[in-house]
């Protein structure tokens, strides 16, 4: 049984395992926690008393949070992940992840329907690999002792997201996901457009065993350890989160109240693990870059707009910018996970020393 914690140094462990309330990564995971719960219970009560959020409402706190509360936290992340490296390092990853958005941008042109499915897998593995990096800096993950452990973790923490809301919120789900389709002209297809109940039940289905799986193998191999009940009670308020919040809602304040949060105290933990690093651009340069990299996230924006046959799906102004915005997130979301993860071995988004 292989070890797991890869790239976690014995000091980082025993950081992991012990308490962290009064320490500023600590904070920043308690406060994710606090804010999901209490939009969990806010929304339950809500329903308990027979009020609903108008839709319109629901698309307000969408683009709110989603443009101006998670979008700057994409910029922290490339910039804190780019700011100690070298300038060959820096202008091949900048390249790296134009490349990747040109390409995702051509394929919503050509496929809108495969691109968007790759867009929804992205968003699960953006939250799902993040997640288990957290553990192993803050939360504690000795509970998850094989590579198969961690990469179940990893798809319930980030299948929460999609998979969640496509059972649960299953009309306003595909709804919203036929405006993005509409954007470049798709359509639903296949057994969702034909067969969307079977569909949902199947998808129900599986994550909840991937659920009692992950939560009963933790137990197995790591007991009622202080880390397991941390998991158990992380994993299981994400499920109620986006069983109980519109699905809407739930998207657009996820990303700014649980992963940037999570992941801005993994990164206090990161630099107190490593103060003596001093190579790499100054952060004059690499402000910079951050600078450079607005506008040219804006100008990924424009692009995206002007190739689109419909950039507003056809609809009115309130739903079509929140499907144009989520496709645009969706076209930088990709490099964001390959070129800031998975291609960059040595010190990703996600890095844990």
Not at 102 to 113: C, E, Q, R
Not at 176 to 202: C, H, I, K, R, W
Not at 282 to 306: D, H, N, Y
């Amino acid at each position: 049984m292989g070890i797991v914690r890869p790239h976690m140094s014995t000091s980082t462990a025993s950081f992991a395992r012990r308490h962290v309330l009064d320490e500023p990564e600590g904070t920043a995971a308690l406060a994710s926690r606090g804010a999901l719960l209490l939009l969990t219970v806010g929304f339950g009560i809500l329903y308990a008393t027979g009020t609903e959020l108008t839709l319109r409402t629901q698309m307000l706190a969408y683009l709110v949070g989603m443009v101006a509360l998670n979008l700057p936290h994409g910029g922290y992340e490339h910039f804190s992940n780019l700011r100690r490296r070298g300038l060959p390092f820096g202008a091949r990853y900048v390249v790296m992840y134009l490349g990747f958005v040109t390409a995702f941008i051509g394929l919503f042109v050509v496929a809108p329907l495969p691109a968007l499915a790759l867009a929804f897998g992205t968003a699960v593995a953006k939250g799902g690999h993040g997640d288990p990096r957290v553990m192993d800096a803050i939360v504690g993950s000795d509970h998850l002792v094989s590579r198969p452990q961690r990469a179940l973790a990893a798809f319930v923490r980030g299948g929460a997201v999609m998979l969640v809301p496509a059972v649960l919120w299953t009309g306003t789900f595909y709804g919203f996901t036929g405006y993005m389709l509409s954007v470049f002209g798709g359509e639903l297809a296949g057994p969702v457009a034909t067969a969307p109940g079977t569909v949902t039940t199947a998808i129900g289905g599986l994550y909840g065993a991937a659920v009692i799986a992950h939560l009963g193998g933790g137990l197995i191999t790591g007991g009622l350890r202080e880390s397991w009940l941390r998991d158990a009670f992380e994993t299981l308020l994400l499920v109620a989160y986006f069983v109980f919040v519109p699905v809407v809602i739930a998207i657009g304040l996820y990303f700014p109240l649980w992963y940037p949060l999570r992941q801005s105290g993994r990164s206090v933990v990161v630099e107190r693990e490593e103060p003596s690093r001093r190579e790499g651009v100054s952060v004059v340069v690499a402000w910079g870059v951050l600078v450079v990299g607005a506008l040219v996230t804006a100008l990924v924006a424009t692009t995206l707009w002007t190739v689109a046959p419909n950039p507003l799906a056809g609809a009115s102004l309130l739903p079509g910018a929140v499907a144009f915005y989520t496709v645009f997130v969706c076209v930088i979301a990709l490099p964001h996970v390959v070129v800031g993860e998975w291609l960059d071995f040595g010190r990703g988004i996600w890095y844990v020393p």
